[in-house]
C-alpha cells in the first residue's frame, strides 16, 4: 500500500479564506521546561485542507457529530483538469469536462485537479481559480458520490453571495473537500480516498489530513 498526502501544513499565518481569522498555533509547554511539549490551537473550521458538510449552508442539517465515517471513506478517481486556462474570466468547470465519470461503476469521491494548489502561500490562490458550473454540480450530484474533492478554495467564486455549487452539491448529500494539493501523485482511479474529519458537536466543517491510498 502507498500512501499520498493531499493536505497542506497547518501553521501560523497559514492561508485563510478571506474574511475569516488566521490560524495560530502556541507552543504552551515545553519538553525542556515542562517534561512535556503541548500546543495551543485557534483556526476556523474551514482553514486549510478541510471538508465542508452540509450544516455549511443548510440550517436543519446534521452536524458532523452525526455524520458516521464511512461518508468520508471510499474509492475516488482524479479528474485532470489542469489544462483549462482562463480566458480573462475564471475556468468554469462544466458537465462536458465530467461526462466521462458516468462510465465509472462504484465511484465514491471525485477530485479534481486543476493544479490550483500551485498558488497555496501566494497572494493569487483566493482570486481566479476554477470553479464549478451549476450544471456540473448536479451531473455529480446525479452520480451517487459521497463527496468531491479540489486543489482549489471553494467550487463557488469567492465573491459568491448564494453559493450555489454548495448548495447543489450538499442538497445531493455530497461533502465538499477543499484546499487539497499533491493530487498529480494519485492515479487516475482505483485508489481509497480517506478525508476524516473531528467529531465535532454541530460541526458544519472540519480541517482533515486527507489521503489516498493505493494498493498494490
Same mark, same amino acid.
Given at each position: 500500500?502507498?500512501?499520498?498526502?493531499?493536505?497542506?501544513?497547518?501553521?501560523?499565518?497559514?492561508?485563510?479564506?478571506?474574511?475569516?481569522?488566521?490560524?495560530?498555533?502556541?507552543?504552551?509547554?515545553?519538553?525542556?521546561?515542562?517534561?512535556?511539549?503541548?500546543?495551543?490551537?485557534?483556526?476556523?473550521?474551514?482553514?486549510?485542507?478541510?471538508?465542508?458538510?452540509?450544516?455549511?449552508?443548510?440550517?436543519?442539517?446534521? %452536524? $458532523?457529530?452525526?455524520? #458516521?465515517?464511512?461518508?468520508? /471513506?471510499?474509492?475516488?478517481?482524479? +479528474? !485532470?483538469? =489542469?489544462? *483549462?486556462?482562463?480566458?480573462?474570466?475564471?475556468?468554469?468547470?462544466?458537465?462536458?469536462?465530467?461526462?466521462?465519470?458516468?462510465?465509472?461503476?462504484?465511484?465514491?469521491?471525485?477530485?479534481?485537479?486543476?493544479?490550483?494548489?500551485?498558488?497555496?502561500?501566494?497572494?493569487?490562490?483566493?482570486?481566479?481559480?476554477?470553479?464549478?458550473?451549476?450544471?456540473?454540480?448536479?451531473?455529480?450530484? %446525479? $452520480?451517487?458520490?459521497? #463527496?468531491?474533492?479540489?486543489? /482549489?478554495?471553494?467550487?463557488?467564486? +469567492? !465573491?459568491? =453571495?448564494? *453559493?450555489?455549487?454548495?448548495?447543489?452539491?450538499?442538497?445531493?448529500?455530497?461533502?465538499?473537500?477543499?484546499?487539497?494539493?499533491?493530487?498529480?501523485?494519485?492515479?487516475?482511479?482505483?485508489?481509497?480516498?480517506?478525508?476524516?474529519?473531528?467529531?465535532?458537536?454541530?460541526?458544519?466543517?472540519?480541517?482533515?489530513?486527507?489521503?489516498?491510498?493505493t494498493l498494490g
Open positions: 500500500m502507498h500512501v499520498v498526502d493531499l493536505s497542506h501544513t497547518i501553521e501560523t499565518g497559514m492561508p485563510v479564506y478571506p474574511g475569516d481569522e488566521g490560524t495560530v498555533l502556541r507552543r504552551t509547554a515545553f519538553v525542556a521546561r515542562d517534561g512535556f511539549a503541548q500546543t495551543s490551537l485557534a483556526m476556523t473550521s474551514h482553514a486549510g485542507t478541510h471538508v465542508d458538510a452540509a450544516a455549511h449552508v443548510h440550517v436543519d442539517a446534521p %452536524g $458532523l457529530d452525526r455524520l #458516521g465515517p464511512d461518508n468520508f /471513506t471510499g474509492w475516488g478517481a482524479v +479528474v !485532470d483538469l =489542469t489544462t *483549462l486556462s482562463p480566458d480573462g474570466a475564471p475556468a468554469r468547470i462544466g458537465h462536458a469536462h465530467l461526462a466521462h465519470l458516468a462510465d465509472m461503476d462504484g465511484l465514491d469521491f471525485v477530485l479534481l485537479r486543476t493544479g490550483w494548489d500551485r498558488f497555496w502561500r501566494t497572494g493569487s490562490y483566493y482570486s481566479g481559480f476554477p470553479t464549478l458550473s451549476e450544471t456540473a454540480c448536479r451531473f455529480l450530484g %446525479g $452520480l451517487q458520490l459521497k #463527496g468531491v474533492g479540489l486543489d /482549489t478554495p471553494s467550487p463557488d467564486p +469567492v !465573491d459568491s =453571495t448564494d *453559493l450555489a455549487a454548495h448548495h447543489i452539491l450538499t442538497d445531493h448529500g455530497l461533502v465538499i473537500v477543499e484546499n487539497l494539493c499533491n493530487l498529480d501523485a494519485l492515479p487516475p482511479s482505483d485508489f481509497i480516498f480517506c478525508c476524516l474529519p473531528l467529531r465535532l458537536r454541530d460541526g458544519e466543517a472540519s480541517p482533515v489530513r486527507a489521503v489516498g491510498l
